[in-house]
């Protein structure tokens, strides 16, 4: 089976410190995958990758980075985190090729800022 | 309301792949269906509009379906290129608006 695991299920923060949300997936899938969900907007990309060491950006990418430095692992990082960044934050990984896009998610992490 | 809905949000294939790109909608009361093209900090370019009376609409190595009844369209890429890579969207012309889907960016390695 697939897993996908993120670092912490809860996760309190203060305004202004920095904050790295960690996935890791254990089925060398090629991309990964950061969302945040919030209530009536739905699931929105904030990065992905691809590769190791490759990122694009997504729709809502501004306050936000991310670093891939080995295949298993995706981070998303807060620089400075503010409380419009309270969220649900779901990491997801993927295979590549013939089409296949399925993804599989982690539990996510519920980030509030305070 | 209609709702239109684009997965996956993002997609990275091998070149030389075939591959399909989902789009559904909530209403099937359609004009028409269109799916476009937009490359990073230009603007959108129309790849194919399919009426609501039709199935399919083919241009090149695109094919794009309708399925009104099942509120369905997929945008078809037959061996896909580096030069495909961009963000698709698909619009439901509806109610004398167009609602558009989030897109999904493509990215195509060589």
């Known amino acids: 089976d697939v897993k996908v695991t993120q670092s912490s299920r809860y996760l309190v923060k203060r305004t202004g410190e920095k904050v790295f949300l960690e996935c890791v997936q254990d089925m060398d899938h090629e991309n990964m995958f950061w969302y945040r969900q919030d209530p009536g907007l739905g699931l929105r990309l904030i990065y992905f990758s691809y590769d190791v060491k490759m990122k694009e950006k997504g729709d809502i990418p501004e306050g936000y980075s991310v670093s891939r430095e080995k295949k298993e692992r995706f981070s998303l990082i807060l620089e400075s985190a503010s409380t419009n960044q309270t969220s649900m934050y779901l990491c997801a990984s993927s295979l590549i090729g013939q089409g296949s896009y399925e993804q599989y998610f982690g539990p996510g992490t519920r980030l509030t800022v305070t | 309301k209609q709702e239109v809905t684009q997965i996956p949000a993002a997609l990275s294939v091998p070149e030389g792949e075939n591959l399909v790109l989902n789009c559904s909608f909530t209403d099937s009361a359609i004009y028409n269906l269109q799916w476009f093209r937009q490359d990073p900090g230009k603007g959108l370019t129309s790849l194919l509009l399919?009426?609501?009376s039709q199935r399919e609409q083919t241009s090149g190595r695109l094919n794009a379906s309708l399925d009104k009844s099942s509120g369905r369209s997929t945008l078809y890429i037959a061996a896909s290129q580096p030069g495909d890579s961009a963000t698709y969207l698909c619009a439901v012309a509806s109610n004398y608006q167009l609602i558009w889907g989030a897109g999904t960016k493509l990215i195509i390695k060589p």
């Open positions: 399919i009426q609501s």
